[in-house]
């Protein structure tokens, strides 16, 4: 991958520069994880983070299933699933729908419908194993879809009233409106309103973390390596990319966060 030439390397920073962080908003799956698994090495960066009481917020498009169980078993502050819809409190608190669905059951049929009808035009894809634990989602694996493809896709869910994104892991059918953003610009402003915008730091690596790269809401964002592989499809890009790639692009992150800390002390 080669560096795209707007964005400069986070090692390109000032030292300083991110001294007054206190909130990491981050993606997870090829963020956090590395080939899909946690490392020893990201758990000590979240637990080092903790430390000094810098909180880490995760923001997935993974299932209220898969999350509710993060939440509650990680050093983080929260975690918010199907890239916008649902908030989980750190400590087995009860989750907060950000997306109101007033009936699960036909809004779960709907979602089946719209699936059905996009097997009709792209017969391989397949319901992803998580699918069966969202709640205002449905999620199908990205696997051999090409970028024509995936963008055909995007138009079919508008054309049936649904949003649609996808990840280096699944397509997503969703509510129109519903997206990462959205969704941690409501848990900022209802349940974390002591930090400011330039305390917190937003990290992700793909097309459906794009609206957490959006400077009008959140100046400071960080792309970790991979994300170059998606820069051409990006309306908005992050202000700084890692060097390393995946997890080892957020514990590089975490280390200069840290350093800046212990420089300004």
Not at 136 to 163: K, P
Request: proline share 5%; net charge negative; aromatic share 8%.
């Amino acid at each position: 991958m080669s560096r795209h030439q707007n964005v400069p390397a986070l090692s390109d920073v000032s030292s300083t520069s991110f001294s007054n962080i206190r909130l990491i908003a981050t993606d997870m799956d090829g963020t956090l994880t590395r080939r899909g698994k946690f490392t020893t090495l990201l758990l000590q960066a979240l637990e080092d983070l903790a430390a000094v009481d810098i909180k880490v917020l995760i923001v997935t498009g993974r299932s209220a299933g898969w999350v509710s169980g993060l939440s509650s078993l990680m050093p983080i502050a929260g975690a918010i699933a199907e890239n916008g819809g649902l908030y989980f409190p750190s400590g087995n608190h009860k989750p907060v729908v950000l997306t109101p669905v007033s009936d699960l059951a036909k809004h779960r049929q709907h979602l089946t419908t719209t699936f059905e009808n996009l097997q009709t035009k792209f017969p391989q894809i397949q319901e992803s194993a998580d699918n069966r634990f969202r709640v205002t989602d449905w999620t199908f694996d990205v696997a051999g879809l090409s970028q024509h493809e995936l963008q055909i896709l995007d138009s079919l869910c508008q054309q049936m009233g649904w949003g649609f994104t996808y990840s280096n892991v699944q397509c997503h059918i969703k509510p129109q409106g519903q997206d990462k953003a959205v969704g941690l610009l409501q848990v900022l402003r209802e349940y974390l309103p002591q930090y400011s915008p330039e305390q917190i730091i937003t990290v992700g690596d793909s097309p459906n973390d794009e609206s957490l790269f959006d400077r009008r809401y959140f100046p400071i964002s960080v792309g970790v390596a991979n994300v170059l592989e998606y820069m051409n499809q990006l309306k908005y890009h992050p202000a700084y990319i890692t060097n390393a790639a995946e997890g080892d692009g957020f514990c590089e992150l975490s280390s200069y966060i840290l350093k800046s800390l212990h420089i300004s002390s």
